[in-house]
């Protein structure tokens, strides 16, 4: 079998693998797999923007607390700072590499003007759980920005190979002699092609971003479906705090199809929820109202559906001039539009929806895992920042500060790339390329994973309905296990192996906490405990589940 070898290889082209490449495409050869088009991501539809202390009347401990107050007594204090600390020269980086964040007035974005260096003079935005305005934003399209500036430095990278539309299946792991575990490598297919490709580096990075896509309503894109998450916990590595799933307050209600988000930076401009009869609510559950932290909005207006039965809110942005809003939210404008309502005049009616997740694949303060040579970066990581629950615009900032710290460490490593792979595993041994499932089998079992997982271990959980979705996804496991050990790895099957393995992972965490905390509520356990005021941490191997 043909293998390519590099001395870095990335899988993912959000944020965090492209920060991570652009470093490391200085000192080796880099290639990068990713899913879809190079854009797609996670990243690509970041709306709010990059949290970083900015102005002087704000400072590293109002973030910081900030930062822990949302994340309910679970965050990693140490890796907070960190992360506050370290975030604004790499913020002054991004700038450096071409992204143009909005200034104050209009016209900031023309092309041949130098952007500022000094941050306060950028328009920073606010959010839910800020004390202060920090946040660095493109309009509503900072995500779409930062992949255009970084793709741009990248494509024609002398040291960079990009390989779209290869999905990463499996990582290759390796006991050279008198060493502990290694990663040398992944096995990917190349989809156009129908192809199993072998890459070998002795360093790499899994950046693939979140698991939104393991729920039925969400405000992520398509390739979210936790893959780096369930290949690591398949090479032994363990994962945390996966029971943590943000419910973003604010996705478009839309019936009939997909959502998209709006941005709380809407809120942040003094946005209003109300019910369907007009009435405000959020200041009966929490004096900050509107920009209450995540977990409580999402929690209050769930809980006002269901009193009401009412299938959805309204976001009322009436009191936003029509010039100010099209040109703050020129996206948001544009899709509500499409949908027939024509804001500000018109409330926008939203629905919370999957959005991110604050658990992931354990990693060190540098991106490293407990395999040699195995970085895991951005949103796929537990770092322990977000605690129970993320303050909201600091998910890009946390993968720009550890892809950093990552590629410092990895650089600093860089071994010989790997000997040759000797022994393939049996699933390539019998792979076809047509394979032999329906795609209808499939689809079933995609749908019906993510409708267990909205009805089952949304927002408001129970323990009987967990223990009852993890039976049905065991179930499930067993049926897509069987297809991919008889050599069918067709994107499909790879894709529901990941949905079905991480969807498992996140309820055995849900069942782990005896409580209710940040982004978990559960009613059979609805008080907050000191005595559980830890990590849920899973090790597939003393795992023997719940
Ligand atoms: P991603 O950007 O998701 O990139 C993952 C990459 O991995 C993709 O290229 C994908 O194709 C690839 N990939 C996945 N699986 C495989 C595989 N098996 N093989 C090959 N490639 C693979 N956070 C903020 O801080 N501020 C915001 O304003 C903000 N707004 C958001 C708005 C929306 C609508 C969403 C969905 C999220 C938002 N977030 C925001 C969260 C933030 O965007 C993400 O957490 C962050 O972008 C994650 O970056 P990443 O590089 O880790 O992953
Ligand atoms: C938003 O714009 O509301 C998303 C911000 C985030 O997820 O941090």
Not at 199 to 221: K, W
Not at 307 to 332: A, Q, Y
Request: proline share 5%.
């Amino acid at each position: 079998m043909e293998e390519t070898t590099s001395d870095f290889i990335v899988v993912g082209s959000g944020i965090a693998g492209l920060c991570f490449a652009l470093e490391a495409a200085q000192k080796g050869t880099v290639t990068i797999l990713t899913k879809k088009e190079d854009f797609e991501s996670n990243t690509n539809y970041a709306q709010g923007g990059i949290a970083c202390v900015a102005t002087a009347e704000d400072s590293f401990e109002d973030h910081i607390r900030d930062t822990l107050v949302a994340g309910a007594g679970l965050c990693h204090e140490e890796v907070v700072r960190d992360l506050v600390r370290d975030g604004p020269p790499l913020v002054r980086q991004l700038i450096d590499w071409g992204v143009h964040f909005s200034t104050h007035g209009k016209g900031e974005d023309s092309p041949g003007q130098t952007p500022p260096t000094d941050l306060a003079l950028y328009d920073l935005g606010r959010e839910g759980g800020h004390s202060h305005r920090r946040i660095l934003h493109a309009k509503d399209l900072t995500g779409r920005e930062v992949e255009r500036a970084l793709l741009k430095c990248l494509r024609n990278h002398p040291n960079v190979t990009f390989l779209e539309h290869h999905v990463a299946i499996d990582l290759i792991t390796e006991y050279p002699i008198a060493s502990p575990k290694c990663c040398t490598g992944v096995f990917a297919l190349d989809v156009e092609d129908s192809r199993i490709k072998v890459f070998r580096a002795s360093v790499v990075v899994l950046a693939t971003g979140g698991t939104g896509r393991i729920y039925q309503h969400t405000t992520n894109p398509v390739i979210a479906t936790g893959d780096g998450i369930a290949m690591a916990w398949r090479a032994g590595l363990p994962v945390g705090n996966l029971e943590f799933i943000q419910f973003h307050p604010t996705a478009f209600y839309n019936p009939t199809g997909e959502t998209f988000l709006i941005s709380e930076a809407v809120r942040g401009e003094g946005a209003i929820l109300r019910r369907l009869n007009g009435d405000s609510f959020m200041e009966q559950y929490d004096s900050r109202g509107c920009l209450a932290p995540r977990d409580v909005v999402a929690l209050a207006i769930d809980a006002e559906m269901k009193k009401h039965g009412d299938s959805h809110v309204l976001l009322d942005c009436s009191h936003m001039n029509e010039e100010f809003w099209t040109d703050r939210f020129p996206w948001i404008n544009q899709q509500c539009r499409k949908h027939g309502v024509i804001p500000p005049g018109d409330p926008i009616p939203v629905v919370p929806a999957a959005h991110y997740s604050c658990g992931g694949v354990v990693t060190d303060r540098m991106g490293r895992t407990r395999i040699v040579g195995l970085y895991v970066v951005g949103e796929s990581a537990f770092t322990g920042v977000h605690g129970a629950n993320r303050l909201a615009s600091n998910s890009l900032l946390e993968a720009l500060v550890f892809s950093h710290r990552a590629a410092v460490s990895a650089m600093e490593s860089m071994a010989p790339p790997p000997t040759p792979l000797r022994k393939l595993p049996k699933w390539l041994d019998l792979f076809s390329p047509a394979g032999n499932v329906e795609g209808v089998r499939i689809e079933h079992c995609k749908t019906e994973a993510r409708s267990l997982m909205w009805d089952y271990v949304g927002i408001v959980r129970r323990t009987d309905r967990l223990r009852l979705a993890l039976q049905r996804l065991e179930l499930l496991k067993k049926e897509v296990d069987s297809y991919f050990e008889a050599g069918n790895a067709g994107d499909g099957v790879v894709e529901l192996r990941n949905i079905v393995q991480t969807s498992i992972l996140v309820i055995e965490c849900a069942l782990c906490r005896k409580e209710s905390r940040g982004l978990h509520y559960n009613l059979d356990f609805p008080k907050t405990l000191d005595a559980e005021a830890h990590d849920t941490i899973l090790d597939p191997l003393s795992w023997t589940g719940m």
